[in-house]
């Protein structure tokens, strides 16, 4: 079982920087893939980037093209925690952001994800 509980959602301008929490409990993140998605109002849900957490070293990530150059995702040296760094930011990101638990190789379907957050809002003003 994996816990994982997100934080640091909230309302900013245009052109503004937010940065995701993504903490995870209940078992390494080692050998697996955490994804951040969102989903906008009406809208299904979409992966925003993924990061594959291999077991002895090393990560890899994977990004929507929309997102590329403005968002990156991250761990920390305990690898219980992935980020969001959030720049740039436009009306068209606004959405509730979760982040998901994957064993095993990235994917961008989130029906492939087994554990998910409770989601956090973030709100972009024009």
């Known amino acids: 079982q994996v816990q994982l509980v997100e934080s640091g959602g909230g309302l900013v301008q245009a052109g503004g920087s937010l940065r995701l929490s993504c903490v995870a409990s209940?078992?390494?993140?080692?050998?697996?893939?955490v994804g951040w998605f969102r989903q906008p109002p009406g809208k299904q849900r979409e992966l925003v980037a993924a990061?594959?957490?291999?077991?002895?070293?090393?990560?890899?990530?994977d990004y929507a093209d929309s997102v590329k150059g403005r968002f990156t995702i991250s761990t920390d040296n305990a690898k219980s925690s992935v980020y969001l760094q959030m720049n740039s930011l436009k009306p068209e990101d606004t959405a509730v952001y979760y982040c998901?638990?994957?064993?095993?190789?990235?994917?961008?379907?989130?029906?492939?994800?087994?554990?998910w957050g409770q989601g956090t809002q973030v709100t972009v003003s024009s």
């Open positions: 209940g078992r390494t993140l080692g050998g697996s893939t």
């Open positions: 998901a638990f994957l064993k095993g190789d990235s994917s961008r379907d989130p029906q492939q994800y087994a554990y």
């Open positions: 990061l594959r957490i291999y077991i002895y070293s090393g990560v890899s990530t």
